[in-house]
């Protein structure tokens, strides 16, 4: 097997468990920490070259969007600096999630201003093959980024309901209950790491925090616990 089958592979070893956790049916073990935003990030290399990848996650963030903490994404996107194509597709995806009728509106625009109108993104040659070929128009929303991909297909048959997401990923269940906001991240942090030894400051690098927000939210939840 050569080198970059084995890293496509080992992408994909880790990617799916961490969907199937979020919502997305792929069969086989999930992650129940699976973390929405990371995860979203870490899937744009492949949703630029996997059409299939591409539909599910356009079809998830059109039907969940509203439990995706948009603060935390913001700063994340900023910590990133990523490449240009991968924050193309970030803003169609939070554009496809507000013409579905949620809002991630300080995301879009952070971004909206970095597009480059004559700008084209890379995708891979079988994602773009089939508008090439006329058999279908490009995706519009998509388009606007300079991606060029074919109309999204409808696979919500493969999107979990938020009831039953609760049941498989702790990020999602902690937002239900506390909202998508710092509150809830640290909850799930803390729980997560509860039988480690961890620092305020790494809480606040791996979630995208400031210092004084992790520990004002530690402490309280702290002081519920009497520790």
């Given at each position: 097997m050569s080198t970059t089958r084995r890293q496509t592979k080992a992408i994909y070893h880790d990617l799916l468990p961490r969907w199937r956790s979020l919502g997305i049916m792929f069969s086989g073990d999930y992650d129940k920490y699976a973390d929405p935003e990371k995860t979203l990030l870490d899937s744009l290399p492949v949703i630029l070259s996997d059409a299939k990848m591409l539909y599910l996650i356009t079809n998830w963030i059109n039907q969940h969007a509203d439990v995706i903490h948009c603060e935390r994404l913001l700063s994340l996107l900023k910590v990133r600096k990523l490449p240009y194509d991968e924050l193309m597709?970030?803003?169609?995806?939070t554009e496809s999630a507000r013409e579905a009728g949620h809002k991630l509106?300080?995301?879009?625009r952070y971004i909206k201003p970095k597009i480059e109108k004559e700008r084209k993104v890379q995708t891979s040659e079988h994602i773009e093959l089939p508008v090439q070929l006329g058999q279908c128009p490009p995706e519009p929303t998509f388009k606007k980024f300079g991606i060029i991909v074919p109309t999204i297909?409808?696979?919500s048959v493969k999107i979990l309901d938020t009831k039953t997401i609760i049941k498989t990923n702790?990020?999602?269940?902690n937002r239900i209950f506390f909202g998508c906001n710092w509150r809830a991240d640290i909850y799930t942090t803390l729980n997560h790491k509860k039988n480690k030894i961890i620092s305020t400051y790494w809480i606040a690098k791996n979630l995208g925090c400031s210092?004084?927000?992790a520990l004002r939210i530690r402490k309280n939840f702290e002081l519920v616990e009497g520790k």
């Open positions: 597709v970030v803003g169609a995806l509106d300080s995301v879009s297909v409808d696979l702790h990020w999602i269940r210092n004084e927000t």
